[in-house]
């Protein structure tokens, strides 16, 4: 099992968007996917809600050995199971860093049993759950507008990928930027990803995703946007989907 973190502590940047669309796609591609919303607004829990395995995510930061197990033994995990968000989320900001990262990564590798691929929603902020994420990741990706602001968050998201490195998980690979809701309207948004290109170079995916109300459309309707019965989304399928197959090559994994 290869474990992929949708992280930026920016709000809004498109975790969630690729986080489900790379579900849907494993999961039509005949892989097992195993998604955990660790972000409490649940926004992943809410699109992926029709494949809820029962398991909370909080739970995932308990101590016990046999969780994982008592859930997946003896079930057909084919397709999408998903992790969903509860409100206890919130009491592992409170629980010591180095233990919910320990408690996390254990309950990670006992998974491994059941899926071929771990996917993991983080909140937008620096925070317990986003690292004990990284740290129990072997790939992490970010998304990102072409705005300032969002560049600012980007820049210093590279540091933190930097800094769980140096303090424990020397393997964690970062796939790269997903420049994502781009604008080709906006001459503004495009010199910021030219800018963004210049800087980061091969750190910025190469490709992006554009602002499509077929992307949007098709979270809130619990369904990938090739799904969607829509000239204009055709289009976003296709656009979508470079991403995938680029981020499951990087994952080694197709
Ligand atoms: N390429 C896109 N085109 C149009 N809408 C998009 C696109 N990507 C994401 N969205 C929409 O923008 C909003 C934010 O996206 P999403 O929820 O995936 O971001 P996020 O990084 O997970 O946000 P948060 O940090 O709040 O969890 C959502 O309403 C989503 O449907
Ligand atoms: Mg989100």
């Given at each position: 099992?290869?474990?992929?973190?949708?992280?930026?502590?920016?709000?809004?940047?498109?975790?969630?968007?690729?986080?489900?669309?790379?579900?849907?796609?494993?999961?039509?591609?005949?892989?097992?996917?195993?998604?955990?919303?660790?972000?409490?607004?649940?926004?992943?829990?809410?699109?992926?809600?029709?494949?809820?395995?029962?398991?909370?995510?909080?739970?995932?930061?308990?101590?016990?050995?046999?969780?994982?197990s008592s859930i997946f033994d003896g079930r057909d995990n084919s397709g999408i199971s998903l992790i969903r968000k509860d409100f206890a989320l919130a009491n592992i900001e409170?629980?010591?860093?180095?233990?919910?990262?320990?408690?996390?990564?254990?309950?990670?590798?006992?998974?491994?049993?059941?899926?071929?691929i771990c996917l993991i929603d983080t909140p937008p902020s620096i925070s317990n759950l986003m690292a004990s994420a990284l740290f129990a990741s072997d790939y992490v990706m970010?998304?990102?507008?072409?705005?300032?602001y969002s560049i600012q968050g980007m820049q210093a998201m590279v540091a933190v990928i930097q800094n769980i490195r140096l303090r424990g998980n020397p393997n964690l690979k970062?796939?790269?930027?997903?420049?994502?809701?781009?604008?080709?309207?906006?001459?503004?948004?495009?010199?910021?990803?030219?800018?963004?290109?210049?800087?980061?170079?091969?750190?910025?995916?190469?490709?992006?995703?554009?602002?499509?109300?077929?992307?949007?459309?098709?979270?809130?309707?619990?369904?990938?946007?090739?799904?969607?019965?829509?000239?204009?989304?055709?289009?976003?399928?296709?656009?979508?989907?470079?991403?995938?197959?680029?981020?499951?090559?990087?994952?080694?994994?197709?």
């Amino acid at each position: 099992m290869k474990t992929l973190a949708n992280a930026i502590q920016k709000g809004g940047q498109g975790k969630t968007f690729a986080t489900c669309h790379l579900a849907f796609d494993g999961a039509a591609r005949g892989l097992r996917v195993v998604v955990i919303d660790l972000d409490s607004q649940g926004n992943a829990s809410y699109t992926l809600e029709p494949y809820d395995s029962g398991l909370n995510a909080s739970q995932l930061f308990s101590d016990d050995e046999n969780l994982v197990s008592s859930i997946f033994d003896g079930r057909d995990n084919s397709g999408i199971s998903l992790i969903r968000k509860d409100f206890a989320l919130a009491n592992i900001e409170k629980m010591n860093g180095d233990v919910a990262a320990a408690a996390l990564r254990m309950h990670i590798s006992n998974l491994r049993k059941y899926f071929d691929i771990c996917l993991i929603d983080t909140p937008p902020s620096i925070s317990n759950l986003m690292a004990s994420a990284l740290f129990a990741s072997d790939y992490v990706m970010s998304p990102v507008e072409a705005e300032t602001y969002s560049i600012q968050g980007m820049q210093a998201m590279v540091a933190v990928i930097q800094n769980i490195r140096l303090r424990g998980n020397p393997n964690l690979k970062f796939i790269g930027m997903l420049p994502n809701r781009v604008n080709y309207r906006d001459e503004r948004q495009l010199q910021n990803l030219a800018g963004m290109r210049a800087a980061f170079q091969d750190l910025v995916m190469p490709f992006d995703c554009r602002q499509r109300g077929s992307f949007a459309e098709a979270q809130g309707d619990q369904k990938p946007v090739w799904q969607i019965k829509k000239t204009a989304a055709r289009v976003a399928a296709k656009e979508v989907r470079v991403m995938t197959q680029y981020v499951f090559e990087k994952m080694e994994i197709v």
